[in-house]
């Protein structure tokens, strides 16, 4: 690469660490890439540290040492999120998202890149720091979070399927109780899909009592996987017993009246003051 201005090197630079995050990226990189001595490299490093730190876009590490360099962790803070959730919440109590049964109309959410966006890095925010392989979710609309989640994260996706594929070679499946309407279901997922001993992070759109994800949780046990976390977008208050016990929620819905047309929900347990670890 020509060599460029300073202004132009902290530009290129610091799209260069947004578009690799949790990767640890040599000072030499950066000093072939732009023809450029090491200190003004590091010059340059400690104004983009200073600008992520100031305005809540992550965090900047400089690790020392031959095998040092730089490694850019994407953190917005909870009051930043907090504000974004909120938001949503307004949206998402919008009447004519009722849809039939008392059900809540949330796809158009789950369709936008930038509260794909948001959300993901919340998710990544809120399990930041926790030794994890792999992000795991199931079928079909927590695949959108799961990515956007794993993009903040720089780790692989794994899904699991409702039904087995023969694109997918040999799977394990397993038979669940759905926590919602207590009917035996099955999910699968392909032995090539997922390490043994694998850490994994799951993240779902919905949790009502918690039987997909108890499922999941099943279907892991068989990999000899250990979960390291579970991140929902949004969960049911109203259930009598949840089957999981630690997780992690963005948003909760308290309820949905058809005759009322009223909706309740409000930011998740992520935001209580209370809340520590998941």
Not at 112 to 118: A, H, I, R
Not at 143 to 156: C, D, E, F, G, V
Not at 167 to 185: D, F, L, M
Request: with cysteine.
């Amino acid at each position: 690469m020509k060599k460029l201005k300073r202004s132009a090197r902290l530009v290129e630079m610091t799209q260069y660490l947004l578009f690799r995050p949790h990767s640890l990226i040599p000072l030499t990189t950066f000093a072939e890439r732009y023809n450029s001595a090491k200190s003004s490299i590091s010059e340059d490093l400690a104004i983009i540290k200073e600008v992520f730190e100031e305005e809540g876009l992550g965090e900047l590490q400089t690790l020392a040492g031959a095998a040092g360099g730089v490694k850019f962790s994407p953190k917005v803070p909870k009051e930043t999120s907090l504000k974004f959730i909120g938001q949503l919440c307004l949206q998402l109590q919008q009447p004519e998202r009722i849809l039939p049964g008392g059900y809540l109309y949330m796809s158009d959410i789950m369709g936008q890149p930038q509260y794909l966006n948001e959300i993901g890095k919340t998710f990544a925010s809120a399990f930041a720091g926790r030794d994890i392989d792999v992000i795991m979710t199931v079928e079909t609309k927590g695949i959108p979070l799961a990515y956007a989640t794993a993009t903040y994260m720089n780790l692989p996706v794994v899904v699991v399927r409702r039904d087995g594929r023969v694109t997918e070679g040999s799977a394990v499946s397993i038979n669940y109780v759905s926590g919602s309407n207590k009917r035996i279901q099955t999910m699968s997922l392909a032995r090539r899909a997922l390490k043994e001993e694998s850490k994994v992070l799951i993240i779902d759109d919905f949790m009502h009592v918690g039987g997909t994800i108890h499922g999941m949780m099943d279907l892991l046990a068989e990999f000899k996987a250990t979960v390291q976390g579970v991140g929902v977008f949004m969960e049911s208050v109203e259930v009598e017993e949840r089957l999981v016990d630690h997780y992690i929620s963005l948003a909760r819905l308290y309820g949905v009246d058809s005759k009322t047309k009223q909706i309740t929900v409000e930011p998740g347990n992520y935001f209580d003051s209370k809340k520590g670890d998941a």
